[in-house]
């Protein structure tokens, strides 16, 4: 367990704080697993709405702010500030989040919806599929025949709707019950195979369901918000398609740990959003390098790498990670976190802040201090360490426990101001 007070490595006179109270449970997506429209796909990275509430206090922003998330995930940031009549704007590499943002956090016509559910009701009419999805093996992995029939007749339908606002939110109930019809499960970094059985017949029941709650939840709070201005894009952390200047950036990137968004979120993407293995590949490829399989993209001028990266860079090679890949990954991470952190200090106004989360990690015993490394490379960028504030901690793989003992790492908040 790591101590209770640290010294911070780059800055002695830095004390960083335990906050596991206070942050620790809002660092989770659980507490929203009950909260209308925050739970309408489960999406594993996010934290809560409580946090965002939290720091848009700590940060005093009011209806003027608008807030910037260059990794917006499941859109908990904008959904958040959308709630607290913050203007938003957010940004990710992968589609499927960009529209779940964006059906999460639009207004929408309860009675146009409700029209629509009515055609849906009437299964009858609904004619077999005649579409196809791209060929990538994990959909024949993840559904027997007819279940996937069954699913694409849905999708068929969807796809035919006219209205987007009423498309999109119809889309998204099919692909929020993708997972719970597949024999896949979200495990960690990947998509596990489980044998669940599902039949065909469950699937009708089960969407009409889904977007019976969802309109439900519309009418008790989406429309409450409505002067607000929230948008999602899809953009690049490292080269983020906006020139507008924000109050605050509230956000939470990919963390070193080897998860691949593209695989976690497969079925999404493969269902709506790509039309063949390459362009997924080529999505995979373009993230940032916190998993083996990403490319460098761009080049860094000015970044310093931190001395102390090296050398815990050559302790995990002598360690004997698993995968070989694991060292370039860990330097190419930072290098990108640099780019990303540029861009969003580019972005802020004067004495705007920034509360970004992200985990330690740990790799042939190895600990990576990734909020203070951060930190200092937020300090290149021209941003000016407040704290980090320590939410909790987290175990290692039983994988890792049985040859390195119990040695969790810790989850934290790094809070930066612009000079
Ligand atoms: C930890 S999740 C963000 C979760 C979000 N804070 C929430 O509460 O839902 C990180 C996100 O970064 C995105 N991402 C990965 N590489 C990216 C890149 N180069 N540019 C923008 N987004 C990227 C992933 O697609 C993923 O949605």
Redesign the pocket.
């Given at each position: 367990m790591e101590a209770k007070a640290h010294i911070w490595i780059y800055m002695p006179d830095l004390t960083i704080k335990e906050k596991l109270e206070d942050f620790g449970p809002l660092i989770s997506?659980r507490r929203d697993k009950d909260t209308p429209i925050y739970n309408w796909h489960s999406?594993k990275?996010?934290?809560s709405r409580d946090l965002v509430e939290k720091l848009i206090n700590e940060f005093e922003l009011s209806s003027h702010s608008w807030v910037l998330?260059?990794?917006?995930?499941?859109?908990?940031?904008l959904l958040a500030c959308k709630e607290f009549g913050i203007n938003s704007m957010g940004?990710?590499?992968?589609p499927f989040?960009v529209f779940l943002s964006n059906v999460k956090t639009r207004n929408y016509d309860v009675r146009k919806l409700k029209q629509r559910l009515k055609t849906f009701e009437s299964n009858g009419k609904i004619s077999p599929s005649t579409i196809e999805l791209p060929d990538i093996e994990i959909i024949n992995k993840a559904f027997n025949n007819e279940v996937k029939n069954e699913l694409l007749r849905l999708k068929q339908k969807i796809d035919s709707i006219n209205d987007r606002n009423i498309r999109d939110f119809y889309s998204l109930g099919l692909l929020s019950i993708l997972e719970s019809m597949s024999n896949t499960t979200k495990a960690g970094g990947f998509l596990r195979i489980v044998q669940r059985d599902v039949s065909a017949d469950e699937v009708y029941p089960t969407f009409l369901a889904r977007i019976r709650q969802m309109i439900e939840d519309v009418v008790s709070l989406n429309n409450n918000f409505s002067n607000v201005k929230v948008c999602a894009r899809t953009?690049?952390?490292?080269k983020l398609s906006t020139k507008k200047k924000f109050d605050a950036v509230i956000?939470?990137?990919?963390?070193p740990n080897r998860h691949d968004?593209t695989r976690i979120y497969g079925l999404e993407m493969i269902f709506n959003f790509v039309e063949s293995n390459a362009e997924l590949k080529e999505i995979r490829y373009?993230?940032?390098r916190?998993h083996v399989e990403a490319r460098k993209r761009f080049n860094s001028n000015g970044y310093k790498k931190p001395p102390l990266l090296d050398e815990l860079i050559t302790k995990v090679k002598d360690a004997g990670v698993n995968n070989p890949r694991v060292p370039e990954m860990i330097e190419g991470y930072f290098e990108?976190m640099y780019l990303?952190i540029s861009q969003m200090q580019k972005r802020l106004k004067p004495d705007g802040k920034i509360g970004l989360?992200v985990s330690n990690v740990r790799f042939g015993g190895v600990n990576i201090p990734v909020d203070e490394i951060l930190a200092e490379i937020g300090e290149q960028t021209g941003l000016t360490t407040e704290n980090i504030l320590i939410a909790r901690y987290r175990g290692n793989s039983s994988q890792q426990m049985k040859k390195y003992e119990r040695n969790p790492s810790r989850e934290s908040i790094v809070i930066w101001k612009n000079s």
């Open positions: 997506p999406f990275h996010s934290y998330d260059p990794f917006c995930g499941g859109g908990t940031t940004f990710d590499i992968l989040s953009s690049d952390s490292r956000t939470s990137p990919p963390y968004y373009n993230t940032l916190s990108d990303s989360v």
